[in-house]
Nanobody, 124 residues
């Protein structure tokens, strides 16, 4: 079974930076789209960023210029580098995956069946 384990969340002051990591294991397909979502309590998950096996990245307009998504294929780790963080970025972040060579754009929750447990980011 595919497992996705997030880490790197925490508390930071506004304007600061954090890097989230998602360690993926147990792949059963040859290619995956890996993505980051975030969720405000009581609302649907928002697709933040995604990267496919083809290396093409997608970023939500709300984070363009501040967030960067990348992956290390050698370690099967997905990253989200977050800079210039704002209080409204204070939510739970989730790693997700779906089989396929590329990600669909926009990044939509309904396309993903594999999820991590989430990591909390707090910006004050």
């Amino acid at each position: 079974d595919v497992q996705l384990v997030e880490s790197g969340g925490g508390s930071v002051q506004a304007g600061g930076s954090l890097r989230l990591s998602c360690a993926a294991s147990g792949y059963s397909a040859s290619a995956y789209c890996l993505a980051w979502f975030r969720q405000v309590p009581g609302k649907a998950r928002e697709g933040v960023a995604g990267i496919g096996t083809n290396g093409v990245t997608h970023l939500a307009d709300s984070v363009k210029g501040r967030f960067t998504v990348s992956q290390d294929n050698a370690t099967n780790t997905l990253y989200l580098q977050m800079t210039n963080l704002k209080p409204e970025d204070s939510v739970m972040y989730y790693c997700a995956a779906h089989a396929g060579y590329k990600c669909f754009s926009p990044i939509r929750e309904r396309d993903f069946s594999l999820w991590g447990q989430g990591t909390q980011v707090t910006v004050s």
